[in-house]
């Protein structure tokens, strides 16, 4: 590829990837202003983010509700894509828009409709409230990745597992289950993260005591008064940089393993010559 | 016999339907006829809300403003999307993985981390303000919180997805059509110009129809980075909540909001279907 | 093993109220037989070995398995065996599981389950690839591993749906020879389910052509290639000539190449029959038999071992196989007198 549009891309990936890595030493600085480069280093913002319950309590906060977005989720997510992969039924077009439709409505139109139903329902400042809130919001993505993985399931083992005796149950129990656990446990991360990080809906209903924590670094960045943010934007930001390192890693070990294969002649295709 | 042939609502699907059709009826559509209900009863049943946004001068700047800022960042956005997907789609497979590890990074950092970081970048005590000076802009502009820097961040938080969906239609461009039209004897600037780029086209439209969307109702970025002056929609219905509790009026500012966002999926849908929108240009 | 009988009877199956997947097909598969479905694509034959797995329900019609009706028995209840055409095996478990798994699901004890299912992949010739997955295995051997888990469990029966679909054509012979030798060892009922009809003739004791849902003609491998009750089954099995005729009594014929005997027993005159000639019957003759016209030669073509001789008589076209040996006799010939045996003609009503 032509040089200039690799140095092209480079530039843009920087400006990118770059203005983020400057909250890694803000979180570091000793100013409760937003001076940079920080006039000087400290890690006490850090133990403000650990141990100041205006910082614990909403992480708590956020890791709970994630966790019932999760399991709400799903509960939802996986019959209706084993029914709009595997049954045809009259309103299939309806179900699929209906399932879609939370990603389709703007979350800040969402915000004021829970803001009023939730008041009414009592349910404003509750986990529960959030929960319901996120499981929605969340719902449409996590039930395209299930559906996605359902339509490269083949049935036939399935059917092979009944054939040789196992009821249905044991069925999605022992064979569909665990092919399909890899779709479930992405649409369950997305649905997570879906929760963890949305902050529109948290803001305006998870109030201050079930505060996320989204809604109170919202807070802090207004307020521009509590440098404890930068330790959290920070600990946010080093957890994604982990998980795409992560994510990254067995591509290159597979990179790496295939050119070893290549240079010691057939290294990578020994383990199964070797049983033959 | 003729009942039966026609699709079988009652037996199968019935009880995997349920559970989504009973959930989303209570926790979604009943909250968002709420705010239509909201927005013809409060605070008497009528139109007036809408009235009251029809005449105001203040609430067409908004939308102007709305659709402006939506429209530039979708443009910029596109434009440093486009070269970053293209090098990625047709690189080698290290720099691919490189520069979508780029994208994944930011794709997964939290809206509000990447304000803060820009509130930082941008703040009257930041890199950009010292530069500025050093170079002798003296005193240096005032920077964040104006229309510029929530346009900037907003860009550079849907960057990732405008490559993504730019760069799921071009992996699967054979670059067999370019050489092709090289061998012909085109340019390759002719050749990028009347094969590559019509074949990324499905990309293009996906990329500026999911970022319009999503900018038309952004929330976050606006607010905490943009100027108070000039608001976007998303903003005022905020506002509304937040400030003034007219709910009634936040609702049918909300129903615009949502009218608008319909009417580009409705646009969409008229033209390529929605179902391509989140299948990344393939079905 | 214990083998069993299957009866199908007056099965009928609809997907969509109007076309008929399966229309009144009635079988009778004898213990031990070795039954194969042959027909086109479409042709209702994984249909039909649906219903009897229990994977579709007939719209009508019963199903007996022994003595017993098995048609409200859920798939995992009726015990029988079944290999898929993609082989189905469960890409998560090692091939040791997999085997196991029938035999998991019966419960039974662990040490009994590991030997058993030795002894089914020794079987089918797979020792010492217990720990390995299914992707690990070359398709010759996925398809062995699919057998051994529809042996391992002893079912009454065992359904096959096109299993050598997948091989290339080596280890197709291969797998047809080793799947006929477990077939006499074991002596288990087996229904065999492919569109090759060398396959279907190789291995069956008896044949079933399907075509459109229903079943043509049953019967075995002689019968349905020597006296095909349809102008179907003699057109999908081998290559043929029909003739069309008309009956002069007495097994006399009158058609487009002349008067021409044929073993029959029918005698209405003046009926409407097809007669079937099969292009190996016929040889060169050195004259004119029974005034007949020589055969007009358009083309021929070369298989090495035969010539396939493509040429009109009067008016039908005819296909003449010619054995290597009498092939040079056409060298440079535009046309030949030809002869048949009467017993060689067969009438299709
Ligand atoms: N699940 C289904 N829904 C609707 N129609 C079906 C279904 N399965 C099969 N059919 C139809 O039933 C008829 C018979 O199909 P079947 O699969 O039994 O054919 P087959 O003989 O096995 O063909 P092949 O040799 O191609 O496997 C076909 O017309 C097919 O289109
Ligand atoms: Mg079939």
């Given at each position: 590829?032509?040089?200039?549009?690799?140095?092209?891309?480079?530039?843009?990936?920087?400006?990118?990837?770059?203005?983020?890595?400057?909250?890694?030493?803000?979180?570091?600085?000793?100013?409760?202003?937003?001076?940079?480069?920080?006039?000087?280093?400290?890690?006490?913002?850090?133990?403000?983010?650990?141990?100041?319950?205006?910082?614990?309590?909403?992480?708590?906060?956020?890791?709970?509700?994630?966790?019932?977005?999760?399991?709400?989720?799903?509960?939802?997510?996986?019959?209706?894509?084993?029914?709009?992969?595997?049954?045809?039924?009259?309103?299939?077009?309806?179900?699929?828009?209906?399932?879609?439709?939370?990603?389709?409505?703007?979350?800040?139109?969402?915000?004021?409709?829970?803001?009023?139903?939730?008041?009414?329902?009592?349910?404003?400042?509750?986990?529960?409230?959030?929960?319901?809130?996120?499981?929605?919001?969340?719902?449409?993505?996590?039930?395209?990745?299930?559906?996605?993985?359902?339509?490269?399931?083949?049935?036939?083992?399935?059917?092979?597992?009944?054939?040789?005796?196992?009821?249905?149950?044991?069925?999605?129990?022992?064979?569909?289950?665990?092919?399909?656990?890899?779709?479930?446990?992405?649409?369950?991360?997305?649905?997570?993260?879906?929760?963890?990080?949305?902050?529109?809906?948290?803001?305006?209903?998870?109030?201050?005591?079930?505060?996320?924590?989204?809604?109170?670094?919202?807070?802090?960045?207004?307020?521009?008064?509590?440098?404890?943010?930068?330790?959290?934007?920070?600990?946010?930001?080093?957890?994604?940089?982990?998980?795409?390192?992560?994510?990254?890693?067995?591509?290159?070990?597979?990179?790496?393993?295939?050119?070893?294969?290549?240079?010691?002649?057939?290294?990578?295709?020994?383990?199964?010559?070797?049983?033959? | 016999?003729?009942?039966?042939?026609?699709?079988?609502?009652?037996?199968?699907?019935?009880?995997?339907?349920?559970?989504?059709?009973?959930?989303?009826?209570?926790?979604?559509?009943?909250?968002?006829?709420?705010?239509?209900?909201?927005?013809?009863?409060?605070?008497?049943?009528?139109?007036?809300?809408?009235?009251?946004?029809?005449?105001?001068?203040?609430?067409?700047?908004?939308?102007?403003?709305?659709?402006?800022?939506?429209?530039?960042?979708?443009?910029?956005?596109?434009?440093?999307?486009?070269?970053?997907?293209?090098?990625?789609?047709?690189?080698?497979?290290?720099?691919?993985?490189?520069?979508?590890?780029?994208?994944?990074?930011?794709?997964?950092?939290?809206?509000?981390?990447?304000?803060?970081?820009?509130?930082?970048?941008?703040?009257?005590?930041?890199?950009?303000?010292?530069?500025?000076?050093?170079?002798?802009?003296?005193?240096?502009?005032?920077?964040?919180?104006?229309?510029?820097?929530?346009?900037?961040?907003?860009?550079?938080?849907?960057?990732?997805?405008?490559?993504?969906?730019?760069?799921?239609?071009?992996?699967?461009?054979?670059?067999?059509?370019?050489?092709?039209?090289?061998?012909?004897?085109?340019?390759?600037?002719?050749?990028?110009?009347?094969?590559?780029?019509?074949?990324?086209?499905?990309?293009?439209?996906?990329?500026?129809?999911?970022?319009?969307?999503?900018?038309?109702?952004?929330?976050?970025?606006?607010?905490?980075?943009?100027?108070?002056?000039?608001?976007?929609?998303?903003?005022?219905?905020?506002?509304?909540?937040?400030?003034?509790?007219?709910?009634?009026?936040?609702?049918?500012?909300?129903?615009?909001?949502?009218?608008?966002?319909?009417?580009?999926?409705?646009?969409?849908?008229?033209?390529?279907?929605?179902?391509?929108?989140?299948?990344?240009?393939?079905? | 093993?214990?083998?069993?009988?299957?009866?199908?009877?007056?099965?009928?199956?609809?997907?969509?109220?109007?076309?008929?997947?399966?229309?009144?097909?009635?079988?009778?598969?004898?213990?031990?037989?070795?039954?194969?479905?042959?027909?086109?694509?479409?042709?209702?034959?994984?249909?039909?070995?649906?219903?009897?797995?229990?994977?579709?329900?007939?719209?009508?019609?019963?199903?007996?398995?022994?003595?017993?009706?098995?048609?409200?028995?859920?798939?995992?209840?009726?015990?029988?065996?079944?290999?898929?055409?993609?082989?189905?095996?469960?890409?998560?478990?090692?091939?040791?599981?997999?085997?196991?798994?029938?035999?998991?699901?019966?419960?039974?004890?662990?040490?009994?389950?590991?030997?058993?299912?030795?002894?089914?992949?020794?079987?089918?010739?797979?020792?010492?690839?217990?720990?390995?997955?299914?992707?690990?295995?070359?398709?010759?051997?996925?398809?062995?591993?699919?057998?051994?888990?529809?042996?391992?469990?002893?079912?009454?029966?065992?359904?096959?749906?096109?299993?050598?679909?997948?091989?290339?054509?080596?280890?197709?012979?291969?797998?047809?020879?080793?799947?006929?030798?477990?077939?006499?060892?074991?002596?288990?009922?087996?229904?065999?389910?492919?569109?090759?009809?060398?396959?279907?003739?190789?291995?069956?004791?008896?044949?079933?052509?399907?075509?459109?849902?229903?079943?043509?003609?049953?019967?075995?491998?002689?019968?349905?290639?020597?006296?095909?009750?349809?102008r179907?089954?003699a057109?999908?099995?081998?290559?043929s000539n029909l003739i069309e005729g008309s009956a002069l009594?007495?097994?006399r014929f009158d058609t487009p190449v002349g008067i021409v005997e044929a073993?029959?027993?029918?005698?209405?005159?003046n009926r409407r029959a097809d007669l079937l000639l099969?292009p190996?019957?016929i040889?060169?003759?050195?004259?004119s038999q029974g005034g007949r016209q020589p055969l007009k030669i358009d083309?021929?073509?070369?298989?090495?071992?035969?010539?396939?001789?493509i040429g009109k008589l009067g008016s039908q076209a005819i296909r003449m196989?010619?054995?290597?040996?009498?092939?040079?006799?056409?060298?440079?010939?535009?046309e030949?007198h030809v002869t048949w045996?009467?017993?060689?003609v067969h009438v299709i009503?």
């Amino acid at each position: 590829m032509n040089v200039w549009i690799r140095s092209l891309a480079i530039l843009i990936a920087a400006f990118v990837a770059a203005p983020m890595f400057i909250v890694i030493p803000m979180s570091f600085s000793s100013a409760a202003s937003l001076a940079f480069p920080p006039p000087g280093y400290t890690l006490q913002n850090y133990v403000n983010f650990f141990s100041d319950p205006n910082w614990t309590q909403p992480l708590t906060n956020s890791l709970l509700i994630g966790l019932g977005t999760v399991c709400m989720t799903m509960l939802v997510a996986v019959p209706a894509s084993f029914a709009l992969v595997r049954h045809v039924f009259i309103g299939r077009t309806v179900f699929n828009l209906l399932i879609m439709l939370p990603m389709i409505v703007p979350t800040i139109v969402m915000a004021i409709g829970y803001y009023i139903y939730f008041g009414q329902l009592r349910l404003v400042q509750s986990y529960l409230g959030v929960i319901l809130a996120h499981s929605c919001i969340a719902l449409p993505m996590s039930t395209l990745i299930l559906t996605a993985a359902l339509k490269g399931f083949d049935r036939s083992v399935e059917r092979a597992a009944m054939n040789l005796g196992a009821s249905p149950f044991t069925t999605f129990r022992l064979i569909t289950f665990p092919i399909l656990r890899p779709a479930f446990t992405v649409a369950g991360l997305f649905a997570f993260i879906a929760s963890f990080d949305e902050a529109v809906i948290g803001l305006f209903i998870s109030g201050r005591d079930k505060a996320t924590l989204p809604r109170q670094m919202f807070n802090a960045v207004r307020q521009e008064a509590d440098p404890t943010i930068s330790a959290a934007s920070s600990f946010l930001f080093l957890l994604v940089l982990a998980g795409v390192c992560i994510w990254l890693a067995p591509q290159l070990v597979r990179r790496r393993t295939r050119l070893l294969g290549q240079t010691d002649g057939n290294g990578a295709a020994q383990p199964a010559a070797a049983t033959s | 016999m003729k009942l039966r042939t026609s699709p079988v609502f009652v037996e199968g699907p019935m009880p995997l339907i349920a559970p989504a059709v009973m959930f989303l009826s209570l926790f979604f559509l009943v909250p968002l006829g709420y705010v239509v209900w909201m927005s013809l009863s409060q605070p008497v049943i009528g139109l007036q809300n809408f009235g009251r946004l029809l005449n105001s001068s203040l609430f067409a700047s908004v939308l102007y403003s709305t659709f402006k800022t939506a429209l530039l960042v979708t443009l910029l956005s596109l434009l440093f999307a486009y070269p970053l997907a293209y090098a990625a789609a047709n690189g080698s497979k290290r720099f691919a993985t490189f520069l979508l590890t780029v994208v994944a990074l930011s794709f997964w950092t939290s809206y509000l981390v990447r304000t803060y970081a820009w509130m930082v970048i941008l703040g009257n005590q930041g890199p950009v303000t010292a530069l500025l000076s050093w170079l002798g802009w003296d005193p240096a502009p005032k920077i964040l919180f104006t229309t510029f820097s929530a346009t900037l961040a907003m860009t550079h938080a849907l960057i990732p997805f405008m490559t993504m969906s730019l760069f799921a239609v071009m992996k699967r461009i054979d670059p067999l059509y370019v050489r092709a039209a090289e061998n012909l004897g085109a340019h390759p600037l002719r050749a990028f110009v009347s094969v590559y780029l019509p074949l990324s086209a499905p990309g293009i439209v996906n990329g500026c129809t999911l970022v319009f969307i999503t900018c038309l109702g952004f929330y976050v970025m606006p607010v905490l980075l943009g100027s108070p002056r000039d608001q976007m929609i998303a903003g005022i219905i905020g506002d509304q909540i937040e400030q003034t509790l007219d709910f009634g009026l936040g609702s049918a500012i909300s129903i615009v909001l949502l009218a608008l966002t319909l009417a580009v999926y409705a646009v969409y849908n008229r033209f390529f279907g929605l179902d391509r929108l989140w299948a990344g240009g393939d079905r | 093993m214990n083998a069993r009988s299957l009866t199908l009877s007056n099965i009928t199956k609809t997907y969509d109220g109007r076309h008929m997947a399966a229309d009144d097909v009635s079988l009778d598969i004898k213990a031990g037989e070795f039954v194969s479905f042959l027909g086109p694509s479409g042709s209702g034959k994984t249909t039909t070995l649906m219903m009897i797995a229990g994977f579709q329900h007939p719209t009508s019609g019963e199903i007996r398995l022994g003595e017993r009706a098995i048609d409200n028995l859920p798939p995992h209840k009726r015990n029988i065996g079944m290999v898929f055409q993609n082989y189905a095996l469960f890409p998560h478990m090692t091939v040791a599981d997999n085997v196991g798994f029938p035999l998991r699901m019966r419960g039974v004890a662990k040490q009994d389950k590991e030997r058993r299912s030795r002894e089914a992949l020794a079987k089918v010739g797979l020792q010492g690839f217990e720990k390995r997955v299914p992707s690990e295995l070359s398709g010759g051997q996925q398809q062995r591993v699919a057998l051994a888990r529809a042996l391992v469990f002893e079912p009454d029966i065992i359904l096959l749906d096109e299993p050598l679909g997948a091989l290339d054509k080596a280890l197709r012979e291969h797998m047809q020879v080793e799947l006929k030798r477990i077939h006499k060892d074991l002596g288990v009922t087996m229904v065999y389910v492919t569109h090759d009809q060398s396959e279907a003739m190789t291995m069956s004791d008896r044949i079933a052509v399907f075509n459109q849902g229903r079943i043509e003609q049953v019967g075995t491998p002689n019968e349905i290639y020597r006296a095909p009750k349809t102008r179907f089954v003699a057109c999908f099995i081998g290559d043929s000539n029909l003739i069309e005729g008309s009956a002069l009594g007495g097994g006399r014929f009158d058609t487009p190449v002349g008067i021409v005997e044929a073993r029959s027993s029918q005698t209405d005159r003046n009926r409407r029959a097809d007669l079937l000639l099969r292009p190996e019957m016929i040889r060169i003759a050195e004259t004119s038999q029974g005034g007949r016209q020589p055969l007009k030669i358009d083309s021929t073509i070369n298989y090495g071992d035969n010539l396939l001789v493509i040429g009109k008589l009067g008016s039908q076209a005819i296909r003449m196989r010619v054995p290597g040996a009498d092939a040079r006799r056409l060298e440079g010939v535009s046309e030949c007198h030809v002869t048949w045996r009467a017993e060689d003609v067969h009438v299709i009503a």
